[in-house]
């Protein structure tokens, strides 16, 4: 807990008045638009976590999409560190993009498929140039043991992994160019609940080692509280209330969050384990 | 009461392309009661799938042995002609699949195609059928709304919308069973306790019997009469709801439990805290070995259960569980 109380109050991210409109084209007539970020604000602080929770089409993913810079917000300015990444040019994009890294719910798809690990986890470097192969390797390795995966996996490729390795694989992918942020959109949704445990406690181990700053996006509110330093909870675009777990789940002030909150399957009795001891 | 369907010790083994055979299924034997619902807990690998298919009498390509009895009301699936099994299926067991998007024809309006269901077992006539289906529909959604949802295309609808459409077509035509494979796991939690709920006041009104499979024991709660914990194609707990989610008795079930993050009451002390997560990979264990199959992750192993396969002890006359931990209090 050492780590967290020496934290500055420096924000890895200042997200200010954030709007993402989509125009819906229709056949006929004039076509409707979405406000699918309807003036969005909020910082995380470097070392924390964020949660963002919401029902689907709430705009969480919008959201991850333009911090992860691959969608260009509408209006509003996001700052990371010094910059606003909303007024960049596509090269500046690309110096960018390695520090901000993002994680998708079904790693499956985000991975060439006939690729090895070894390959899926020193292609980053690659692209960035002047990294020698036997280094590349040696750096992939390092990679595969801080999430729990053996070395000796290399030659596997993501077809002959469990969704829990695949999603340990993406979490090293990601860590490969040493991110400042990164976005987890939905990242456990997919596994069951024993694997989910696993990564999420894979997520608070690397955030104790390297400082990590996380935005976790997630429709999961128990899981959310449980990792994050402060929750935001959205709908319709907007944040609809923002504050540290605690408060939210036991003062929530908004409908929305009232209806998240009941809406989490309990297990309605003692917890196995507490009674017995 | 005489159980509506039975199982006996239910075999299936694939044999995946790169060689070597896998079985999903393992000598599983339980039965169900008319009206009852049973919940079954698994995980990726643990063959809760394959269980769904087989009791439909559905099986992949590469299933080459299958093996024991599913009895729907007396009659053996397994034996079945397909054309017997083409009337039984939908029409006396259904099944509910996991993912609306996929399951349904993205072409068809989805009223046409709850109203197929009803045409392929015998209901014949323009109007009787148009009758019907819409009366299907209005037990799912409300009257003013069922109309214009049957003019829908799938696409058109929510998640939500859309695996009504799905328990539409497996109610359709009346069936005593309905099988449920994570019929919510796609959905967002307001959606996915929606969906329960319709789940809740099916089973009120009709006196569905119900297997619900899921990997999230939280939805089992108040829901489930019995509850069937499957790990490597095996039972290794089955007992009353309230007793297997209140006080588990096997490693593996009191593992699972303790995955899931605290919530409200001890969120405070938790928060950030290590999860106390199952070491290994489920996947592991589905590899031929001797003893327990649970045995590599398990934190109260013995060593017997290296060599030896645990059979089911009966802790109580609904309750049993597969662990050597066990044995001898009979």
């Known amino acids: 807990m050492t780590a967290r109380s020496e934290k500055t109050a420096r924000p890895v991210v200042r997200v200010e008045n954030l709007v993402k409109r989509y125009s819906k084209k229709k ?5 409707a638009e979405v406000r699918a970020l309807d003036g969005v604000s909020f910082s995380i602080l470097k070392g924390t976590t964020l949660a963002i929770v919401g029902q689907s089409g709430s705009g969480k993913s919008t959201l991850a999409l333009c911090l992860a810079c691959l969608e260009k917000a509408t209006s509003g300015s996001i700052w990371f560190e010094e910059t606003d990444i909303t007024q ?13 890294q993002l994680i998708f719910q079904d790693p499956v798809n985000s991975f060439h498929a006939s690729w090895t ?65 990164l976005i987890l959109d939905e990242a456990l949704s997919a596994l069951d609940c024993s694997v989910q445990a696993q990564i999420a406690n894979l997520l608070l181990e690397l955030q104790d080692s390297l400082g990590m700053t996380c935005l976790f996006i997630s429709h999961d509110l128990a899981m959310a509280a449980h990792l994050a330093d402060e929750i935001a909870v959205m709908s319709r675009g907007q944040i609809v209330e923002q504050g540290p777990p605690d408060k939210i789940l036991k003062e929530p002030e908004s409908r929305v969050t009232r209806e998240l909150l009941a809406a989490v399957p309990r297990l309605n009795f003692s917890r196995p384990g507490m009674a017995e001891s | 009461m005489g159980a509506i369907l039975e199982v006996r010790d239910l075999r299936v083994t694939y044999h995946p392309p790169k060689g070597g055979s896998h079985r999903a299924l393992d000598g599983v034997s339980f039965h169900l009661e008319p009206g009852e ?32 009895e599913v009895l729907l009301e007396g009659r053996n699936l397994l034996q079945a002609k397909l054309e017997e099994l083409e009337k039984i299926r939908g029409k006396c067991i259904s099944l509910i699949f996991q993912e609306p998007s996929v399951a349904l024809h993205p072409t068809m309006r989805t ?45 058109q609808l929510s998640g939500g919308q859309r695996q009504r459409i799905l328990i539409a077509q497996a109610i ?52 489930a009469d019995r509850v069937l914990v499957l790990y ?5 707990e089955l007992g009353p ?25 001890e969120t405070h002390s938790a928060h950030k805290k290590k999860l106390a997560a199952i070491p290994g990979d489920s996947l592991a264990s589905s590899l031929p070995r001797e003893g327990c199959p649970f045995e590599p992750r398990c934190p109260e192993r013995m060593d017997v259960c290296k060599s030896q396969e645990p059979g089911l002890v009966k802790l109580s006359e609904a309750h049993v569980v597969s662990c050597f931990r066990y044995e001898g209090q009979e």
């Open chain 2, 37 to 68: 619902v049973m919940g079954v807990l698994g995980e990726s690998g643990s063959g809760k799938s394959t269980l769904a298919t087989s009791l439909l009498g559905l099986f992949h390509a590469n299933a080459v042995a299958v093996s024991g």
């Open chain 2, 241 to 265: 709801a309230e007793k297997v989610l209140a006080s588990p008795r096997h490693p593996y079930t009191r593992s699972l439990f303790q995955a899931i993050p605290p919530f409200l009451s």
């Open chain 2, 232 to 236: 490597a194609g095996r039972i290794v």
């Open chain 2, 172 to 223: 359709a035509c009346g069936p005593s069973v309905v099988i449920a494979d994570e019929p919510t796991a796609s959905l967002d939690p307001t959606t996915q306790m929606e969906i329960l709920g319709v789940f809740r006041t099916l089973r009120k009104n009709l006196g569905l019997a119900m297997i619900f499979i899921t990997h999230n024991p939280a939805l089992l709660g108040g829901f």
């Open chain 1, 117 to 181: 690990m070894l390959e899926i986890l020193t292609e980053p470097l690659a692209l960035q140039g002047n990294v020698r192969r036997d280094e590349m390797r040696a750096r992939a390795h390092v990679l595969l043991e801080q999430v729990g995966l053996s070395p000796e996996m290399e030659g596997r490729i993501p077809a002959e992994l469990s969704g829990g390795q695949r999603q340990r694989l993406a979490i090293a992918r990601a860590l490969t160019l040493e991110p400042k942020l």
């Open chain 2, 111 to 155: 009223g046409r195609q709850v109203r197929q269901v009803l045409a392929a077992h015998g209901v014949k006539g323009g109007s009787t059928l148009d009758q019907r289906t819409r009366g299907v529909l209005e037990m799912l959604f409300l009257a003013e709304e069922a109309e214009r949802i049957a003019r829908s295309y799938p696409h």
């Open chain 1, 88 to 100: 960049l040019t596509e090269k500046e994009y690309r110096r960018i993009r390695r520090q901000i």
């Open chain 1, 27 to 31: 056949l006929a007539g004039p076509g």
